[in-house]
């Protein structure tokens, strides 16, 4: 598993990438508009993803670097944040 959610965060790594590159040198008029609207569009989801998870994320100790790897790799490091041990229940 730990193979998958690291590649799964390389790749949106390199997709971010190509954003990037596509802001800084755009490519032909079809491909530039479909690769700007799906960097929003994904964009938008890891925002969401921040706002959905973020009461996971309160026992971290560096919260906001979560949360800003969240916006770059999205599920992939949700995935990866160790859950919480609860404290075993006594009757």
Do not use: C
């Amino acid at each position: 598993m730990k193979f998958i959610l690291g590649l799964g965060k390389v790749l949106t790594v390199a997709f971010w990438g190509v954003v990037l590159f596509n802001l800084m040198m755009p490519q032909p008029l079809p491909l530039n508009l479909l690769i700007n609207a799906l960097g929003i569009f994904v964009l938008s989801l890891h925002f969401l993803e921040v706002l959905f998870f973020n009461g996971s994320l309160r026992g971290r100790s560096h919260r906001w670097f979560d949360r800003l790897q969240i916006l770059l790799t999205g599920i992939f490091h949700v995935m990866s944040v160790p859950r919480p041990q609860e404290a075993p229940r006594h009757a």
